[in-house]
């Protein structure tokens, strides 16, 4: 009998060179490209400028459109001439507030500032509608023709910004003097890896993450916090905290007035907080299912331990709410029931409209991140913070360098501030699969992810849920985190608060300016779309706490007297003071 020769192929000892040649060279076009591939960026724009050029429709309405913007900047011209107060040809969008100062209404920068809004429109309608182009290479090309605009944006240049001009005036040219002292400090400090100017005043433990605790268990990925009562008595369920792996977890316990933990001891609850190891080099291995087991499953049983409590409230903020979101599943799944109610925040379940965050997530970035991350074993998180700022390069990148540099006009640190620069690291292993796994493939929402050797679905979540999106939010938008609705039919309080991902979560009772709408979808019922929801939530001022805290009264039973500080002996003894040892780590 014959047998095809491709039947059984000898295995090529060229197979793990050829793969450690293929990686080290990927990791070093990442390295020189910041983690951007430039084969997406090629694809998009191939596909892009190859269907423009064979839609002539779309030239001939691109053309006329051009046209009409020329037309609008002369009739504006024509009408200043003759009143001073004449409406602009276009006003800019309500977030952008780069031409809000008086003097841009004045010649020639109105017509400046007239003109590259025009331009910057127009070029919107250049790069989207056109037939053929894929939606991700769509929103690539339009994101980089924003980001290439932004950086040739009038107010980023001395010769066609008035107000840059006016402030030159009035200092003398002294802002010049000392924005190039703020440049320099900030370069060595860049180069040293110290963290930026005025850090020092939110030591953590001294002046943020300050709320009493004992660190009441430790694994080689996290520290359990249980944080001291204030009350005389509590609520017998205690509130398990599970933060993202990619932040340090006192953003929930900043200075004493905006901290959520203090907020809730003052409530009467009993409040235990994950922090989590910063990985190095030889925590590469490290996977979802490593976070998950030694993360929010080895503190619940801690915490049941240590109070006594059948039933916990489980919060989850960004990353960790993700993750508690697959524990829970998981635990339905078993039939383990000890999850009172679950609280998200900022938190995305279903992964297909993910925000202008997608852009950095496809194959072939995946690929060149990947053998970026196998040389170190990490993913930094300078190259996070990076694609973050990207995404909102007006107010994080350009309007710094403004006011900064050029101004000489130095913002105050912020304990918000301080935290954002006091970044972590990603295990090699465990970002890898959360990007392909839940960013890429979608598995979670698609009921293909699993735990152990079986499959979750989030369907089986049962229990209450208090779900939050912001309104501002680039890393979590609240239309995808809005999503939950039509994975679960359990009861969900959703509510959608002002501010962004970290602002809007940190909005502690008397914070000026803020507010929120809020909903309630009863269990089994059916789910609205985002656009019709925000039609008819409730629109209410003040802070979503208050309405969390109403709502964690209703799912909690009387009060008890509080529980101890951890267990005498055994493996739940107290081994320091919070914060503990491994949010120190840098």
Known sequence: MMTSSLSHVDPDPMDGIAQMLDRAAAALMAQATSGLSPVTMTQAFLDWSAHLAISPGKQLQLALKAGRKVGRIADYVNRKAGDDEAAPAITPLPQDRRFADPAWTKQPFDLISQAFLLNQQWWHAATTGIGGVSRHHEDMVNFTARQLLDVFAPTNFLVTNPVLQRRIVETGGQCLLDGAS???????RLTRGEPPLGSEQFAVGETVAVTPGKVVYRNELIELIQYAPTTDTVHPE???IVPAWIMKFYILDLSPENSLVR???GQGHTVFMISWHNPGSEDRDLDMDDYRRLGPVAALDAVQAITGSDKVHGLGYCLGGTLLAITAAAMARDEDDRLATLTLLAAQTEFSEPGELGLFIDEAQLNLLENMMWSRGYLDSGQMGGAFQILRS?????????STYLMGEREPMSDLMAWNADGTRMPFAMHSQYLRQLFLDDDLAEGHFKVGSRTITLSALRQ????VGTERDHVAPWRSVHKIHWLTSAEIRFVLT???HNAGIVSEPGHAHRHFQVSTRPLDDPALDPDDWLEQAEARD???????????GEHSSQRVPPPAMGQAEGAYRPLCDAPGHYVMER
């Not at 703020?182 to 060595?188: L, T």
């Not at 007006?394 to 403004?402: C, K």
């Not at 209450?464 to 779900?467: D, E, H, N, Q, R």
Request: net charge negative.
């Open 182 to 188: 703020h440049w320099w400090e900030d370069a060595q």
């Open 238 to 240: 205690p509130i398990l």
């Open 263 to 265: 907020w809730l001891v």
């Open 394 to 402: 007006n107010d994080l990148i350009w309007s710094r360098i403004l």
């Open 464 to 467: 209450p849920l208090f779900v």
């Open 498 to 500: 002002s501010g962004g």
């Open 542 to 552: 003040g802070s979503w706490w208050i309405e969390w805290g109403r709502w964690l």
